[in-house]
């Protein structure tokens, strides 16, 4: 079975392609791409990361670790 989804956002761009059946290099991936944008500080330029579908569910559990905090102690 094959998956793939996107979604942008203004300054980020992800996907994920997946495929249950293939056993190659590369057919689990997760990838984060920066858009470049004049007026932002942020992007110069494009930049992407790629990662296995596993190390990106060990990100998410990170990120969903991390962020889980009460609202006003963030900056």
Do not use: C, W
């Amino acid at each position: 079975m094959t998956y793939h989804k996107s979604k942008s956002t203004k300054r980020f761009s992800f996907g994920i392609n997946r495929n249950s059946t293939a056993k190659q290099a590369g057919s689990n991936i997760v990838t984060i791409a920066t858009l470049p944008s004049e007026d932002s500080q942020y992007a110069i330029g494009q930049t992407s990361l790629t990662m296995t579908v596993r190390e990106a569910v060990a990100l998410r559990s990170f990120l969903n670790d991390s962020l889980d905090v009460p609202e006003e102690t963030i900056d």
